[in-house]
């Protein structure tokens, strides 16, 4: 009788670790997600700081630079000064946004069923300042 059942604990060992690894992998990917939900905030946020202290309207891709340095995915940016169509001395503040990010699993049971989560838009307005007056601001700009 014994010979018969020797394989069954350690098919129940398998069929358990199985269940516990994905639930390990889908806590470790909505960590992930609220991670990169929480960079892309924090990107919004440098990227409007950079726009306003180094007062520069027309440089878009240094902006984006800075973003990617907090979060390296990001790849559209969208920054509007305000009012439209302002000078570096005429402007009032400036409106970041983040659109069309995307979100990859890497748990194979999720990554399968939903490859890529498109999280939604992420913004960030900061209202102008007085520029070049802080001593900090040239190794923000540079």
């Known amino acids: ?15 358990g670790l199985l269940i516990f690894l994905m ?3 889908g806590i470790v990917d909505f960590s992930r997600m609220l991670f990169t939900w929480n960079a892309a905030n924090e990107a919004t946020r440098a990227g409007a700081r950079y726009a306003v202290v180094c007062d520069d309207t027309t440089q878009q891709a240094l902006v984006l630079a800075r973003m990617r340095a907090l979060l390296p995915q990001v790849n559209t940016v969208a920054v509007t000064w305000a009012p439209s ?10 409106t ?5 990010l995307d979100y990859q699993w890497i748990s194979p049971i999720a990554g399968a069923v939903a490859p890529l989560i ?5 913004s960030t307005y ?6 070049r007056k802080d ?5 923000i700009c540079s």
């Open 1 to 15: 009788m014994r010979n018969r059942t020797t394989g069954a604990t350690t098919v129940e060992f398998a069929l």
């Open 23 to 25: 639930l390990v992998l």
């Open 85 to 94: 169509g302002c000078t570096a001395a005429t402007c009032q503040g400036v």
């Open 96 to 100: 970041v946004s983040i659109t069309g």
């Open 118 to 122: 498109p999280m939604p838009g992420f």
């Open 126 to 131: 900061l209202p102008r300042e007085v520029m």
């Open 135 to 139: 001593p900090n601001s040239a190794a």
